[in-house]
């Protein structure tokens, strides 16, 4: 590196050869020649350099053995990932570096600007690069190329569906919980979106074209404080001769100006960046995954040491899916040696920035890459498939749109069928409203009137005041529409969600006022009303030892036909706005309430059984109302997980328990959450296997014949090959009983695809 590269500036640079040159020249130059070299400034500086080469004088003025190092400091600028951080931390740190960080002599700045989704902050990172007449290089972000990356759900292996256990949902068993945190880390979505290697293998790329003889890859918010570069420079020109690594420890700053303090002192305890020589050959793995030590698997490869190597081993898994870890660099002579420092400017999140809080970032940042994910997601169905928050989520509303159409002209495919619906709708004119507070007193003991109310169906009290359990025995009252069954509100709640429906279909083909009118009276007296609105939880659901359980989640599973009906009446204005907050409001409390309480996550983690996907249909449904696309999607896509624990609970059973109706009725519940599924482009019915066929499709083949599977027959001839034809259509007069009541009613209108069963 000559003076020219170290003082770039004209005017500084003949200022400092006329002021300092003379003096340092007069010291070894007889006086009669001092003028000959100040008429010449290239003697003159040819003079400078010999002096400064012949007395080892470095780029920041210390001694360099003869050495002198030029630097190419790039840093990539990610998207930010609230609550992890905040949403304009890019931003903010990138302004408060170029306002503050110095030029340093010997280092050239360049920016990265990687895969950002949002083009408004995009934008407003290159303004403020370009102001500052700073290099940067773009790395766009591609929605279409998203949309082709996958969740990888045998990355669990050797566990199978962790996602939906109990040790996992409730921390109980730590290993699980890091070890499914890191591998929901490790999937194709996170590596493209979040691309940190790739984008640090090109910075590589830039610095070696650059010239520059060491190379600064480091994380965007990262800021070098005069003191480390004096540091810096200093110990790398005391590297031994054909050194080719290094690293930079790091510090955390809880706030930005605490690096202008004259008095600052930095606490290294952090994950160290990464300093490379222009000539050495190792490379960032490129499918290390943001969250999944990406950085740490080539400082390992370094043989730095660190707190980084405590524990972290890699698991059988990772191997399999990303080759040559731990390969060795071959150009590595030493093990890399810690030099200087470099601070992180801060999240956004302070207290988040605290040593004391590493776990609970690691818990944040799962949480800001599923939101990260999530928001993505929702952009590819909306913006690739034109998909519309606030559509229908199980009705295919084209669909019957058309149906409409034809039945007002008289087609005959339709009309047998709409004639039942009217028929049906109009005896639903007549019942009703249904509350929880019409049962009887005698039920609501253990908790309020408006608290929702049902008995375990085969748990029988005992004459010493215990309980005993008898399988296939209906304890009475606990069948739907059996003569005792008002006591409780299992009936009531069923009565309500069919009726209601088959009068919002009613008004969608008639557009008749009378139907929506009492859809919307029925709703009110639900939802709405304070003085018989249900409770938005089911604590005593399944009652049995006076305590409600987990069994009982599945009374509500036949939410997602009632939204469709609600989403029909609700935008024709038969709920005044008021009405309808207060409506989403009991569906807010009531989701969060299943997400959240014991109950709730024991539901969720039955896999093996419907209870598990019925689950799913319940928050996929309730989400979508409440335009909430991006959690609709996440329960969908580990549904998937999920699909993997039945087929193993189903593959391990005897083939007499395949044909039982616990079966079937789970297959009702993945019937049902594949319909929906397709509304935003997720396939259940097609996903395979490791037989090589459906996973739906091979535990559906145990079907029997009969009306009441028409739903789940009609799926299976559209999507399974090997299933034989039938001759009963699909679009077929039915009464709404013949089909077991997990069915939604009038299931046959409103179908993308009507095929011969």
């Not at 810690?338 to 944040?364: M, P």
Request: with cysteine.
């Amino acid at each position: 590196m000559t003076l020219r590269h170290l003082f770039p500036s004209n005017k500084f640079y003949f200022t400092l050869l006329s002021l300092i040159g003379t003096v340092l020249l007069l010291q070894h130059l007889p006086f009669a020649l001092v003028g000959d070299f100040a008429k010449d400034s290239t003697r003159l500086e040819a003079a400078l350099e010999t002096f400064v080469q012949e007395n080892h004088l470095g780029a920041g003025g210390e001694t360099c053995n003869n050495r002198t190092v030029s630097i190419i400091l790039i840093r990539a600028i990610g998207n930010p990932m609230p609550p992890r951080h905040d949403p304009e931390q890019a931003l903010k740190n990138l302004d408060f570096t170029l306002k503050h960080e110095q030029e340093f002599a010997g280092i050239e700045k360049q920016w990265v600007l990687n895969r950002l989704i949002d083009e408004k902050m995009l934008n407003r990172l290159v303004q403020l690069l370009e102001n500052s007449q700073k290099k940067y290089t773009i790395i766009p972000f591609n929605i279409s190329e998203y949309e082709k990356r996958n969740y990888n759900f045998s990355l669990y292996e050797p566990f199978v569906d962790p996602v939906h256990s109990l040790d996992y949902m409730l921390n109980i068993n730590k290993f699980m919980v890091r070890f499914v945190d890191d591998a929901c880390n490790n999937d194709d979505k996170n590596l493209y979106v979040t691309n940190q290697n790739e984008a640090r293998n090109m910075m590589i790329d830039i610095g070696k074209k650059s010239g520059a003889e060491w190379i600064f890859p480091w994380d965007g918010n990262c800021f070098l404080h005069p003191k480390a570069y004096h540091e810096i420079q200093k110990e790398l020109c005391s590297l031994p001769k054909g050194e080719k690594y290094a690293i930079t420890p790091m510090n955390r700053a809880i706030r930005n100006n605490d690096v202008l303090q004259e008095n600052y002192s930095p606490s290294l305890k952090e994950e160290p960046q990464v300093m490379l020589h222009r000539t050495a050959k190792a490379r960032f793995h490129p499918f290390m995954r943001y969250g999944r030590r990406n950085k740490v698997e080539l400082i390992q490869r370094m043989k730095a040491k660190g707190f980084w190597d405590e524990g972290m081993k890699f698991l059988p898994w990772e191997r399999s899916v990303m080759p040559n870890l731990d390969e060795p660099i071959s150009d590595l002579k030493n093990p890399a040696k810690q030099i200087g420092f470099t601070t992180r400017l801060t999240s956004g999140e302070n207290i988040l920035e605290e040593k004391i809080y590493v776990q609970k970032r690691g818990k944040w940042r799962v949480k800001a890459l599923n939101k990260l994910l999530g928001d993505m997601d929702t952009r590819v169905v909306t913006e690739l498939y034109g998909y519309k928050p606030g559509e229908l989520i199980f009705y295919d509303e084209a669909t019957l749109a058309s149906e409409k159409k034809l039945f007002q002209e008289g087609d005959t495919s339709v009309k047998l069928v709409v004639d039942k619906l009217l028929k049906d709708a109009n005896s639903a004119l007549n019942v009703g409203p249904w509350s929880v507070v019409h049962k009887p007193n005698d039920f609501v003991a253990l908790g309020e009137p408006n608290d929702y109310f049902s008995r375990s169906s085969f748990y029988w009290p005992t004459e010493n005041g215990g309980w005993e359990y008898r399988k296939g025995e209906y304890y009475p009252g606990t069948m739907l529409h059996d003569s005792e069954s008002y006591k409780y509100d299992r009936t009531r709640l069923n009565d309500m969600q069919r009726n209601t429906t088959i009068l919002a279909l009613a008004y969608f083909m008639t557009e008749e006022d009378k139907y929506a009118e009492v859809v919307a009276r029925n709703l009110r007296t639900w939802f709405i009303e304070n003085s018989t609105a249900m409770s938005p939880h089911l604590l005593y659901a399944n009652v049995w030892n006076n305590t409600g359980h987990s069994a009982g989640i599945i009374d509500m599973k036949d939410l997602y036909f009632l939204l469709d009906a609600i989403r029909l009446v609700e935008r024709k204005g038969f709920l005044s706005k008021n009405e309808q907050l207060k409506l989403r409001s009991w569906f807010e409390i009531y989701l969060n309430w299943i997400e959240t309480s014991q109950q709730g996550i024991e539901a969720y983690c039955l896999s093996e059984n419907a209870h598990g996907v019925f689950y799913d249909v319940q928050v996929v449904a309730i989400s979508a109302y409440l335009n909430d696309t991006a959690k609709a999607i996440y329960y969908i896509e580990r549904s998937f997980s999920r699909m993997k624990k039945y087929l193993a609970t189903f593959d391990s059973s005897p083939k007499s328990y395949r044909t039982t109706y616990q079966h079937l009725f789970a297959l009702q519940g993945w019937s049902t959450l594949a319909r929906m599924a397709e509304h935003l482009h997720r396939y259940l019915w097609t996903w395979h296997s490791k037989h090589g066929i459906s996973g739906l499709c091979r535990i559906a083949e145990v079907l029997p014949d009969g009306p009441k599977w028409f739903p789940l027959l009609h799926d299976q001839q559209f999507f399974c090959s090997q299933r034989k034809k039938r001759l009963v259509h699909a679009g077929k007069v039915h009464d709404s009983r013949e089909v077991k009541d997990s069915f939604a009613p009038f299931w046959n209108l409103g179908i993308k695809n009507t095929v011969v069963i």
